[in-house]
């Protein structure tokens, strides 16, 4: 004789983030004779979400908006900053196999060129099919998107391109875990986007592809911890140019106690500017652009596309100085690839 049990689980958690920012030289060089800015921005975000053995339910709505930017006693908010930010369904086929369908965060590995971008107060999503696999250790997540900005009855053309919102995807991410030895991960990410034609009246002329490919790597010694990452980037980087690019990046922590030491060093390739048929730009995608570079966000943060490239040399030291507090220096020296 036997029984079997079935848990449930339901969860409902709110995220409430006010922040202050004061900017002077944020994403670029503050212009000579200009002020800097200050304000506060604030995240409401509810989520909700359902467990069982076999099923998995998540919500989560959001209010982006900044104190102020709606008139006292109006009759509504005009700012159309109340979106949905994950909506999506998991399903477990087996104990190695499962799916999720909807919109969904993708964030793998250091988040270099897919992230949640959790530092924006919108972050990223992703309305996508994902089914993955796990035995072992080892993972492997398949991801495919076909966007359309409406439904429509003829033709799929697709307008929006702002920060590189793709027509079509397909990523594939498998890493395995060996135990203490590290983490290694391959990827692959092929980006589809609307093509037009260049007359007075453009029209959709299919898709153009860029295939993102690579590796990444952490392999701890003792208090050292090696972290390391590859990838090169090809198709187009337009319509009509080509694309061969490439990033690398190689960096060693070492934390005998509690105050850690870092020194990296990060390559993005870069193009020539007067070249016309080639480009030679990498450029992060889908990543959390705020983690790298520095955090004034002069490089890559809506910015720094299809550019010249940059040499990034830096060191970074992490001061514990409290239960929940530190004090952390970061010096970044850079220089452009090309």
Same mark, same amino acid.
């Given at each position: ?15 409430? !983030? ?5 900017? #002077? ?51 509504? /908010?005009?700012?159309? *900053? ?57 993972? %492997? /997540?398949?991801?495919?998107?076909? +966007?359309?900005? +409406?439904? !429509? ?19 594939? #991410?498998?890493?395995? +875990? ?26 959709? /002329? ?8 690579? %590796? ?54 870069? *193009? ?31 910015? #720094? ?20 507090? *530190?004090?952390?220096? #970061? ?8």
């Amino acid at each position: 004789m036997y029984s079997n049990a079935h848990a449930q689980t339901v969860s409902l958690d709110a995220d409430i !983030r006010p922040r202050f920012e004061y900017r #002077h030289g944020f994403g670029n060089l503050l212009p000579a004779g200009s002020k800097p800015a200050a304000f506060v921005t604030q995240r409401s975000r509810l989520n909700f979400a359902y467990q069982d053995p076999k099923l998995k339910v998540y919500f989560s709505v959001q209010d982006v908006s900044t104190w102020g930017d709606t008139q006292q006693l109006a009759i509504s /908010d005009g700012n159309n *900053s109340f979106s949905l930010f994950q909506a999506w369904l998991g399903y477990s086929f087996t104990e190695n196999w499962s799916m999720k369908l909807g919109r969904q965060t993708l964030s793998y590995d250091d988040q270099r060129i897919l992230g949640e971008v959790d530092w924006a107060m919108q972050g990223r999503f992703h309305d996508a099919a994902m089914f993955s696999y796990f035995k072992n250790g080892f993972k %492997t /997540d398949f991801a495919l998107a076909f +966007n359309q900005e +409406n439904q !429509r009855t003829d033709g799929s053309a697709y307008t929006i391109n702002g920060l590189y919102s793709y027509k079509v995807m397909q990523m594939l #991410h498998a890493k395995k +875990n060996p135990g203490k030895k590290g983490l290694s991960a391959c990827f692959f990410l092929n980006n589809g986007f609307q093509k037009f034609t260049d007359e007075p009246s453009p029209r959709p /002329d299919g898709v153009y592809y860029r295939q993102t490919t690579g %590796t990444f790597f952490t392999f701890p010694v003792s208090a050292l911890t090696f972290t390391g990452s590859a990838y090169i980037q090809t198709g187009k980087s337009t319509p009509t140019s080509d694309l061969s690019a490439y990033q690398y990046m190689l960096e060693a922590k070492y934390q005998p106690r509690k105050v850690a030491f870092v020194l990296g060093y990060e390559v993005l390739s870069g *193009s020539d500017q007067s070249a016309e048929s080639k480009s030679n730009s990498f450029f992060p995608l889908y990543g959390t652009n705020h983690k790298f570079n520095g955090y004034m966000d002069l490089f890559y943060v809506g910015n #720094h596309a299809n550019q010249v490239g940059l040499n990034d040399l830096y060191a970074n030291t992490l001061i514990p100085t409290g239960q929940n507090s *530190s004090l952390a220096a #970061h010096l970044h020296f850079f220089f452009g690839k090309c």
